[in-house]
């Protein structure tokens, strides 16, 4: 069975580091796309940033030079290394699958949520000024 469990989420002061991580399980990871989201309060949810199979990333504008997400294979995860937080960076934090056979790479760096299949849980990330 896919899953996706994110952790490492909390509360910062507003220029501080977070580093959330999401470990997968039962799946192939190395095949899979992998990416960020957030839902900040009372809006939709919005892509951050991915990790395509051929090592490609993407990230939204609003976090271009602040966050980085690395995958480390051999241990099937990914992680989002987020600096210079903001308050508006509050959000719960979503980790996603998208398996290569089905989205390109093309498709998965647009960083749609519908492309997007398999989901964790969720990690609350909040930024105070």
């Known amino acids: 069975q896919l899953r996706l469990t994110e952790s490492g989420g909390g509360s910062v002061q507003a220029g501080g580091p977070l580093s959330p991580s999401c470990a997968a399980s039962?799946?192939?990871?190395?095949?899979?796309?992998m990416a960020w989201f957030r839902q900040p309060p009372g809006k939709e949810r919005e892509g951050v940033a991915t990790?395509?199979?051929?090592?490609?990333?993407a990230y939204a504008e609003f976090v271009k030079g602040r966050f980085t997400t690395p995958r480390d294979n051999t241990k099937n995860t990914r992680y989002l290394q987020m600096n210079s937080l903001k308050p508006e960076d509050t959000a719960m934090y979503y980790c996603?699958?998208?398996?290569?056979?089905?989205?390109?790479?093309?498709?998965?760096?647009?960083?749609?949520?519908?492309?997007?299949?398999?989901w964790g849980q969720g990690t609350q990330v909040t930024v105070s000024s």
């Open positions: 996603a699958a998208a398996p290569a056979t089905k989205v390109p790479v093309v498709a998965a760096l647009r960083l749609s949520r519908y492309d997007y299949d398999t």
């Open positions: 039962g799946f192939r990871y190395s095949a899979y796309h």
């Open positions: 990790s395509g199979t051929n090592v490609r990333t």
